[in-house]
């Protein structure tokens, strides 16, 4: 049986014995690195009370002990747990697992959104966004930040995406859409009304249209062109921030910015390479 589920068990376990499995339960991390007085000192035990439960255990001594509880927190690092994608820590936790919990939450996430993720579609809308003449990307609130972290790197492949709701100039840009620009809709609801307008119009002219959204009911599908659509558990209200769907749009618009790289992989490398001698050592070194 491993170490961690002898603890929690407690099988024959004194009170004091008790006492000592919870303080090494609750504080895995940290109770590697003690030393035994310091652990008797944290549990108001003695030396010999925890070389005795060591020994229960079947370790001869604490030194074995503390190595198999090493072994065990690093695999319990490793190890990705299920996280409530709303509250995905409790007021309880401490500092390490509130991280931990943080990094579980993440992973889980970008796998669950690898898992939903056509990559025919992916592949379609990187062609269409990098044959666009201009790029117009509606997005608001939180999503409107992944548009920007998106919007930075396309500047590396020398594309420039204007977020359109910006300045309350949306209704602007997007009368100045033309049949040679694609407008991008990122919104995990999908259902913002001024959008579906502006949708809908592009519907109406035939004028090529991508959707990102969490929402598998939007209303924005049958209005645009290609979708991305990456469910999570995640409530409209009820939560302590937006992790989840966030987490997921960064990761698919990375996916998508990776995608249109790598479909002139060789240009787009020898082109980072001039321009980085220009920045660096060149005329627009900031010295």
Known sequence: ???????QQAADFTATEQRIATYILAHLSTVTDLYIKDLATA??????????????????????FQRALSTAAITQAQTVQKVDPNFPFDPT????????????????TVQKSFAQLDIPTLTAIATELMQANRLFIFAQGDSQLRARSFQNKLVKI??????????????????????????????YGGTTQVHQQFAQYFHDQQLPSVLLTGNPQSPLLPLTQYHLVSMQSETSFA?????????????LLDSLF?????????????????KQQLIQNGPLHNK
């Open 239 to 251: 939560k302590i921030g937006t992790f989840a769907s966030q987490a997921a749009f960064e990761y």
């Open 158 to 187: 020398n594309r420039f995406a204007i977020i359109a709701d910006e300045y309350a100039d949306a209704a602007w840009n997007a009368a100045n859409i033309g049949p040679n620009d694609c407008a991008f809709f990122i919104s």
């Open 43 to 64: 549990t108001y035990t003695s030396h010999s009370a925890i070389i005795r439960l060591a020994q229960k255990l079947g370790y001869r001594g604490y030194r074995e």
């Open 93 to 108: 936790d401490d500092d390490q697992l509130i991280a931990k919990k943080m990094a579980d939450l993440t992973v889980t």
């Open 1 to 7: 049986m491993l170490i961690l589920d002898q603890l």
């Open 258 to 274: 990776a995608v249109m790289y790598a479909q002139n992989f060789k240009h787009h490398l020898t082109d980072l390479q001039h």
